[in-house]
């Protein structure tokens, strides 16, 4: 009978080395700023992630109780956190304008390489919300103010000045000053920090910045940590920065270099491959000047690529009527028709962006012989690509686009039938001349789903998401995503209010298997409204 007792220990072997025992990934501190704040004003909240598990973490959603407290601002999360290493994520949080005492809860969510979600770190906080008259109590002695400019063009550099005033009577030290900057600036030089300020002196340290060549408009948020007498103590500020790209204005080497391999899609002559030529019996290449005079008094005064392209989108669908019948891909041409088709519409929108140095591309289903199929424009801006759909009436960002009602059926066409997603990319017009863009669209594509489903979501309600998603497989998360993402926004929140994670679950995989292997709707929101109808 000795070898029952080996059972217990065999059992706890298997267990471990299974992986059924899942080690914790992060260890969470939470902490603010301050918890007195004036109306309206702004404080921080600090997260502090230690990597304590066995994959790297790649993301990190912070959610507040109160609806009154507002996320100005959030961190970047651009390189994986490795096992093993800490950071710290700071949100720029806006105060309700009602004074009062308020309870504030925090709830953090840690996102791993594995695409794994984990909860329950959350903190509460007491918060006191006074009156801008209010005398906020002093937590320290030492002032500091910041000056520099509040805008600034892409590419350049300006000064920033952080001014320390010691208004007691011993001794501050100053001990470190760190920046969390806009996505794509950088420090190129710095002064020496003032270590110590005598009592009544006032001393600065002198940064200069670099901005990148995009548009941006955010906070840099500013640490300073520091000792009063035998006491450390850390304060945070906060300034504005909006960054104006106007590419139109530039040379070609400031736009090689702001662009890097973007810039192919700026000087490439043609819109179209030789297909289109031969269906068409017309040439798609571009009269860059001819298209700039007419484009540049549309695009005077705005300040980045996305201003730039919704004035063009905006001048096309007020001057044309959109029609069915396409007859010239010479956007020269079809400037001076009154009528033209969608697939005109995008041509021209595309040639006039080019013409703007605003990197453009035509992109369209590819079934293996025809490259016709759904045409539309994408363009470039920030570091991501923005999609004109002119047939939809679409203007927003790819990832807004995947969350369109109407992209499921081309998600379908791409991933069970012979379709693939194309940029144009002719250079010699013999045929066809294609880049695949399918691996970009569909990469990332559940990711994308989930974070505009989120957003619909309010954040009582955001916990639930992954309750219901669960038990899925990838392809049925992927049609609940859909599904979600097609709803409108009241409706969903009140069908997550009315049932259960698992009873929208259950719901959902019934309407997934009667439906998952047969065309979709071109409106994607059908199937949503067969969903509902169980909830009424």
Sequence with gaps: MNYLKLIPLTIIFLVIFSGCLVKEPAKVDITVDKSVVKEGDVFHLIVRINNTGKVAITGVNLYLSNPGFKILQAPNFNTPLKVGESREFIWIIKAPENPSRYILKASV????ELQRTWGGFYKEFIMNIVEKESEIPLLGILNTAIVSPTEVEGGKEFQLEILFENLGNAPVTIKEITFDLLEGMEIVKSSDIPENIPPGEQLKAIYTLKTPYMPKTGYITISITYNEGNQEKREFKNRFLKIVWTPWKYDKET?????????????????????WKEKFNSSSAVEMEVLRNIALPTVEGAKSEIEAAQRVYNLITVKYSLGNQTTSLNPSVILSKKEISHEEATLLFTGTLRALNIPARVVSLYNGSDCTE?????????????????????????????????????????????????????????????IDLTPEYLANIENDLRGIVENKLS??????????????????????????????????????????????????????????????????????????????
Excluded at 109 to 112: H, L, M, T
Excluded at 269 to 275: H, I, M, S, T
Excluded at 387 to 410: C, M, N, Q, W
């Design 109 to 112: 969510e840690v996102i791993d």
């Design 255 to 275: 736009l090689k270099r702001a662009y890097g391999e973007e810039y192919y899609w700026i000087e490439l002559q043609y819109l179209v491959d030789g297909y």
């Design 374 to 434: 759904n045409p539309i424009s994408e363009f470039y801006s920030g570091g991501k690509w923005y999609v004109i759909d002119f047939k939809r009436g679409f203007f927003g960002s790819r990832e807004e686009y995947l969350a369109t009602p109407y992209f499921p059926k081309i998600y379908q066409m791409l991933t069970q039938g012979p379709y693939n997603l194309v940029a144009h990319a002719p250079e010699e017009m013999r045929g066809h001349e294609h």
């Design 459 to 536: 954040p009582l309600l955001r916990p639930r998401l992954p309750m219901v998603l669960v038990d899925m497989n990838k392809n049925e998360r992927i049609f609940t995503l859909f599904l979600f993402a097609s709803a409108p926004e009241k409706e969903l929140n009140l069908i997550f209010q009315k049932t259960t994670p698992k009873n929208l679950a259950k719901n959902i995989d019934a309407l997934y298997k009667f439906y998952k292997d047969k065309p979709w709707p071109e409106d994607f929101k059908e199937y949503w409204d067969i969903l509902k109808e169980v909830y009424k």
